[in-house]
């Protein structure tokens, strides 16, 4: 069974612009979690979806969204990119039901210039 | 609030024992998850109690006390390769995992 995939791995965008990454959950699974890793911060959390629908959200800026489709893949979206937004971004997928291991991604390595 | 306190960095002697300590606060609890991340890698799941008490897996054990909002993980015959970053996860009501800063464990020869 392939694992979570995010893409792209790396990106390097400019202040001011807006960056949009994707995630694949392992086949079967409906819910998809995002985090934000800094250095000083460690993992903080984003936003989940299940089956299209939010259904947690961290305490983060409207300035970050997400969307999941209906086949569970996942994007997020970053509008007005900002410096401290340089970070790994990660991705996990779970089975959503009740309470089940999360299976992380790669991440999605974003520096803000 | 939700709040999760581990040492920062701890050292170890390869061939020795460590346990790594996690107290706890959460709005609600679902159980408690314990990731591994090695730098530069993705996290990978290590253990998960829901109820009180040790599991044992391998090397690795993990032993939680839900009255006191604490728990803690235990490495045996520690090798070079578990020099990494340790993270504590309570899941709260709303089965959200919350995840800390971690312990970056050292491990030397």
């Known amino acids: 069974k392939a694992g979570v995939t995010q893409t792209p791995r790396y990106l390097i965008k400019t202040r001011g612009q807006q960056v949009t990454l994707s995630c694949s959950p392992i086949s079967g699974h409906r819910s998809v979690s995002w985090y934000q890793q800094t250095p000083g911060q460690g993992l903080q959390f984003l936003f989940e979806?299940?089956?299209?629908?939010?259904?947690n959200k961290g305490n983060f800026p409207g300035r970050f969204s997400g969307r999941q489709f209906s086949n569970s893949r996942s994007e997020m979206n970053v509008s007005t990119l900002e410096l401290g937004d340089s970070a790994l971004y990660l991705c996990?997928?779970?089975?959503?039901?009740?309470?089940?291991?999360?299976?992380f991604g790669p991440g999605t390595r974003l520096t803000v210039t | 609030g939700q709040n999760i306190d581990q040492p920062t960095e701890m050292t170890a002697t390869e061939g020795a024992i460590v346990q790594i300590n996690c107290t706890y606060q959460?709005?609600?609890?679902?159980?408690l998850f314990w990731y591994q991340q090695h730098a530069g890698e993705a996290p990978t799941f290590l253990s998960y109690n829901v109820l009180d008490g040790l599991e044992e897996k391998g090397r690795f054990s993990s032993f939680l006390s839900r009255s006191k909002g604490y728990s803690y993980l235990l490495l045996k015959e520690l090798q070079m390769k578990d020099s990494a970053s340790y993270l504590c996860?309570?899941?709260?009501?709303?089965?959200?995992?919350?995840f800390g800063s971690g312990t970056r464990l050292l491990v030397r020869p």
């Open positions: 959460t709005s609600g609890f679902n159980g």
């Open positions: 996860s309570p899941g709260d009501s709303s089965y959200k995992l919350i």
């Open positions: 979806y299940f089956s299209e629908t939010q259904r």
């Open positions: 996990a997928s779970r089975l959503g039901q009740g309470f089940d291991e999360q299976y």
